[in-house]
Nanobody
Framework: QVQLVESGGGLVQAGGSLRLSCVAS????????MGWFRQAPGKEREFVSA????????DYEDSVKGRFTISRDGAKNTVYLQMNSLKPEDTALYYC?????????????????????WGQGTQVTVSS
């Protein structure tokens, strides 16, 4: 059974940091690009960041570039999102997901439709 489990969310003041983790079941993770998305109340789910299977390619939404860093650990079947200099507008439910279209690929995608399996989400709240 495919499972993605996020953790690491919480309440933090503006300017603070959090590190999100997403642990995947073995067949879900190896060889696939992975992504992070977020959804704020009343808004659509949006792309945050993605990483290729090897970690050699990454992509970021413009508003998080220079503040967020995505990484992965194959031995732990885990993808991370280090979030620094957090802003109130970063407040959202953060999801990790698997890119079904990029197996053993050097490319990543920001398209929601390319992702099939999703975690349950972890809440990030940034106070001003």
């Amino acid at each position: 059974q495919v499972q993605l489990v996020e953790s690491g969310g919480g309440l933090v003041q503006a300017g603070g940091s959090l590190r999100l983790s997403c642990v995947a079941s073995g067949s879900t993770f190896r060889g696939y690009a992975m992504g992070w998305f977020r959804q704020a109340p009343g808004k659509e789910r949006e792309f945050v960041s993605a990483i290729s299977w090897s970690g050699g390619s990454t992509d970021y939404e413009d508003s998080v570039k220079g503040r967020f860093t995505i990484s992965r650990d194959g031995a732990k079947n885990t993808v991370y999102l280090q979030m620094n200099s957090l802003k109130p507008e970063d407040t959202a439910l953060y999801y990790c997901a698997r890119d079904r279209s990029r197996l053993w690929s050097a490319y990543v995608s920001s398209r929601l439709a390319d992702y099939d399996y999703w975690g349950q989400g972890t809440q990030v709240t940034v106070s001003s």
